[in-house]
């Protein structure tokens, strides 16, 4: 089963701010949280990793709670283009033999 | 950097026949995957190796499914013999451990090959 918790898909209009919820209640204090997307007919592709501070990149914002237990992936300025789904997973920074599960994910809806 | 090279991109095959699938990971990394998606399972990883050695192959459904990993720049995934079930798109992601660092795990996923047995 999967480590993480996301709501099966979202809706949100073109150049609209789009929050991805994710939970990860029994993450350990080792596992990194990763986000992934998946266009139509690609394989995934990275778009941003974190392990406690909130982090930024060109793509998106990842911001972490406090307690690490939930994260949210933010898209600032969401267009067409990023219709697809949205996987959170966890990554093991140490014990090798977890693994690293994708679940369902959240396909995100934009509309125009 | 061309990325992960997987194939071919589409397969046809009839039931009870061999299929090879093929994946070039990225150039200097050292950790690859083997995925399967379809409408039902979701993605789910069959394989991992590391530095070229299987590390955990719980995922592969059934003998019929092997995989091999010869050297750093090639890995293969056989079917022998194809069922219709075995219809999926079959993902190559590579990936650099860092294990003295903790390392990030972050995977690179090759376009993958659509597998139909008839």
């Known amino acids: 089963d999967a480590k993480t918790t996301q709501p099966n898909s979202m809706e949100s209009n073109e150049e609209e701010p789009v929050h991805l919820p994710c939970n990860h209640s029994?993450?350990?204090?080792?596992?990194?949280i990763h986000w992934y997307r998946q266009l139509p007919s690609q394989g995934p592709e990275y778009v941003i990793h974190?392990?406690?501070s909130n982090v930024n990149n060109r793509m998106a914002s990842l911001a972490i709670a406090e307690d690490r237990k939930s994260s949210t992936l933010i898209l600032h300025r969401a267009t067409l283009r990023d219709a697809a789904v949205y996987y959170c997973?966890?990554?093991?920074?140490?014990?090798?033999?977890?693994?690293?599960?994708f679940g369902k994910g959240t396909r995100l809806h934009i509309l125009p | 950097d061309a990325g992960v090279i997987q194939s071919p991109r589409h397969e046809v095959t009839e039931m009870g026949q061999e299929v090879t699938l093929r994946c070039k990971p990225i150039?200097?990394?050292?950790?690859l995957f083997w995925y399967r998606q379809t409408m039902m399972r979701g993605l789910e990883l069959l394989i991992y190796?590391?530095?070229?050695?299987?590390?955990?192959d719980s995922g592969m459904p059934e003998d019929r499914f092997s995989a091999k990993m010869p050297n750093a720049s090639f890995s293969t995934l056989k079917i022998q013999p194809s069922e219709p079930r075995d219809s999926a798109v079959y993902f190559c992601?590579?990936?650099?451990?860092?294990?003295?660092?903790?390392?990030?795990?972050?995977?690179?996923f090759g376009p993958g090959t659509r597998l139909t047995v008839l």
């Open positions: 992601a590579s990936s650099l451990i860092l294990s003295h660092r903790g390392g990030t795990d972050t995977q690179y």
């Open positions: 029994t993450i350990s204090g080792t596992d990194y």
């Open positions: 974190g392990l406690t």
């Open positions: 997973i966890l990554t093991p920074r140490k014990n090798r033999d977890d693994k690293i599960i």
């Open positions: 150039s200097g990394h050292n950790s």
């Open positions: 190796f590391n530095n070229n050695v299987p590390i955990d």
